[in-house]
Every structure is written in structure tokens, then in C-alpha cells.
């Protein structure tokens, strides 16, 4: 199994730097990333300069954490162009400090900026902004990517986010929008993705050696393609006693591995009102996954050698509901607990699913509807409750 992460993994990885295809954000003006872009020319750029046409840098700038900001973009569709240089804070850690500050503009690409309280962020109160983060490096700071604005929408391709205190993150109750990425690696960040009345699309990306993947709150969070391993936690999806839901969580074709986790321990159990998960590989993890939703869709996947497979309640809190939904093909194989439970008195229908040598039950589900053809062997605790099983 470990040549199996390392080869998906090195795929990823490969993919990030040799490129993808071009892509476009949900509700974005279309734009080519590598695009031709006419640049002023003569233009020298000072840290605190604000830049109103398209510029492209030709130096390294060392902007002190004192100053507003590192630069400011404000103009129309216009495109920054780090030209393959770092922007980089000086001085002491200052949370307040900015890297690149985006009023107007459509575009950063090609460099790094790295050491501030905000990477890149929008202005306060600027909105609607379409935004393409392209081939960047942001690394060291308090948030790599900080939404301000109503609504800000980011386009994030081919890029790396790493040692940040969080990857993408927004202003507390106070933005809103939608995180695009593509192709991108997150590692090494306290968390890498922060949902809060921000809508997330995870394709063809890498998490590894975070603190966290996401945090699921007021939002709606889809991941495909990618791969999250060897992280502290996989995501936390808190039962606020408040307003704020996760409206969605969705995985599709992805490898989960290797995670100490699937939650924190301040909030173990994942409470979101809808619960998705297509042919994705969950192996070798340090927790079961553990879920109180209002309805799920968990199709075509492998559970193997994690420290428990699959569990399944109702979600507390409003709106009150029993779990109901589709439980289907999935394999649950050599998982140190059960390999499917479902809580009283959830009701998913399960059916066709295999489960084989797990260290509890098999498919253990009292309450479910069998919806046939499910098969478990060689499990210690028994093989099957609730439903009918066949050993072939």
C-alpha cells in the first residue's frame, strides 16, 4: 500500500509542476494564465507602491512588517506578474502585516510572497472580485490566501501553499465566495482550507504533513482527484449549536492515507447534513471515520487496515432527522473495528457491499434497510446484524 501512496503522491506532484490543463473558476471572467499581457515598460516597483496597469516585477522586494502593505493592486482586470521573484516581509512577525493587497486585478502569477500575517488578501469591502492565483509560491505566512470581500472568487492553479497558519482563509463573518484550486500542493500548513460562508472545489491536488485539510463550516466543500495523506487530521466538521452547517462534504476518486486522524479530537465525529463518497481509497488510517449526517451517498469505496472502517448516526441538533441514504459496493476489509456500523436508529439501505476480516462486526446495522447482495467472511465479531449476508 505504501507504493501505492507514493506512486499517487509522485502523480500529484508531477502534475503540480509540469502543468495542467487551463481551468476557470465557478462564476470567473475566463483567462488564460499564461496569456500575453502588454507591461509598462521602465516601470521600477517600490514596496507600498499601488499599481494600477499590468506590471511585471523584475526584482526581489524586502517589504517591513510596519508598512500596510507590500503592494496593492487596484485596477480593472489587471494582471501582476511576480516574474519569478519573492516578495518578502523584513522585520519582525507582525499578524497585521500584507503581502499583496487586491482591490482590482485579476491576476497574480509566477513567484513567491512569503513571511506575512496575509499573503495575498482582498481589500475590505472590495467586491465582486474574480481573482487567478497562478503559479505561486506562498510560504511562512499567517494565511497564504485571506478573503476580505463580497464576494471574492479564486481561481488557485499550479501553485504551493506551505508553512502557513492556514492555507485559505477568510474574514470571520464578515466575507463570502467560492476557493477554485487546481493542481496545487498544501503541506505543512496549521490548516490548509477554511470554509466559512466560502464555497471550496478541491481537483488534482496534494495535502500532505498539514495540522488539518479543512475545516467544513457554513459551507460546501468538494474534493476529487487528489490525494490527503499523512496529515494530523483529515477535516472537522463541528454541530454548531449556532447557524452555521456544512451544507455538503464530497469526496470522489481520492486517496485518503496515512492520516493520524479523520477528526480532532475536539470534534471526532463529522456532522454534516449531507455526506458523499465515490470509488475513493481509504487506507491505513489512525481513526475510523465517524459521521452524524442527515443523508449520505457512499458508493464504490475501500476501507483497508484503518483503526476502525466506517460509522454512521444521526446528526443532533437541528434540523432533527434520522440518517437516511445509499450505502453501496463499498469494501471494508482488515480494519482493526468494525467495518461498517450504522447507529440506531439510522436507516440507510446497504447493499452489495463485502466486508472481510475485520476486528469487529462485518456490517453491523440494525436498523437498515438491506437492500441484498451484501457479503462479509472472516470477521471476529461476526459477520453481519441487521441485514442478511452471503459468505460468497
Not at 133 to 144: K, P, R
Not at 245 to 265: D, G, K
Not at 278 to 303: C, H, M, P
Amino acid at each position: 500500500m505504501t507504493q501505492t501512496r507514493g506512486f499517487t503522491v509522485a502523480l500529484a506532484v508531477t502534475t503540480l509542476f509540469t502543468g495542467a490543463p487551463d481551468v476557470q473558476a465557478r462564476g470567473t471572467t475566463p483567462s488564460d494564465a499564461d496569456g500575453e499581457v502588454t507591461f509598462a515598460a521602465g516601470l521600477t516597483v517600490h514596496c507600498g507602491d499601488t499599481l494600477t496597469t499590468h506590471t511585471r516585477l523584475t526584482h526581489d522586494l524586502h517589504c517591513p512588517s510596519s508598512a500596510p502593505f507590500a503592494l496593492q493592486l487596484d485596477g480593472d482586470g489587471i494582471v501582476l506578474d511576480l516574474g519569478g521573484h519573492t516578495i518578502r516581509r523584513t522585520g519582525p512577525e507582525n499578524r497585521n502585516s500584507q503581502g499583496i493587497v487586491i482591490a482590482r486585478g485579476r491576476m497574480v502569477r509566477n513567484g513567491t510572497v512569503r513571511g506575512f500575517g496575509s499573503g495575498i488578501t482582498t481589500a475590505i469591502g472590495a467586491g465582486p472580485l474574480n481573482v487567478r492565483l497562478h503559479e505561486l509560491a506562498l510560504l511562512d505566512n499567517g494565511a497564504g490566501v485571506f478573503n476580505r470581500a463580497s464576494p471574492g472568487n479564486f481561481l488557485i492553479t499550479n501553485s504551493r501553499l506551505n508553512g502557513n497558519g492556514s492555507g485559505l482563509s477568510s474574514e470571520f463573518d464578515a466575507s463570502n465566495g467560492n476557493f477554485d484550486v487546481r493542481s496545487s500542493l498544501f503541506t505543512h500548513n496549521g490548516s490548509a482550507m477554511l470554509g466559512d460562508f466560502h464555497s471550496i472545489d478541491v481537483l488534482d491536488s496534494t495535502f500532505t504533513s498539514n495540522g488539518l485539510v479543512f475545516l467544513c463550516w457554513e459551507s460546501t466543500i468538494r474534493i476529487r482527484s487528489s490525494t490527503i495523506a499523512w496529515n494530523d487530521a483529515v477535516g472537522r466538521i463541528p454541530n454548531d449549536p449556532g447557524f452555521r452547517v456544512c451544507r455538503q462534504m464530497r469526496f470522489e476518486n481520492t486517496l485518503i492515507a496515512n492520516n493520524a486522524a479523520f477528526a480532532p479530537a475536539i470534534d471526532p465525529v463529522w456532522n454534516p447534513l449531507n455526506l458523499s463518497m465515490l470509488d475513493t481509497l481509504v487506507v491505513r488510517n489512525g481513526t475510523g471515520l465517524e459521521a452524524a449526517a442527515e443523508k449520505v451517498y457512499i458508493d464504490s469505496n475501500t476501507f483497508y487496515d484503518n483503526a476502525s472502517g466506517l460509522t454512521l448516526s444521526d446528526r443532533a441538533g437541528f434540523p432533527i432527522t434520522s440518517l437516511t441514504g445509499i450505502v453501496r459496493g463499498n469494501q471494508f476489509l482488515a480494519n482493526d473495528g468494525d467495518g461498517l456500523r450504522v447507529q440506531p436508529p439510522s436507516t440507510p439501505t446497504v447493499l452489495n457491499n463485502l466486508a472481510l476480516g475485520n476486528a469487529g462486526f462485518g456490517l453491523y446495522a440494525p436498523t437498515a434497510f438491506d437492500g441484498g447482495g451484501n457479503v462479509a467472511r472472516g470477521n471476529t465479531a461476526g459477520d453481519c446484524v441487521g441485514i442478511v449476508c452471503a459468505m460468497y
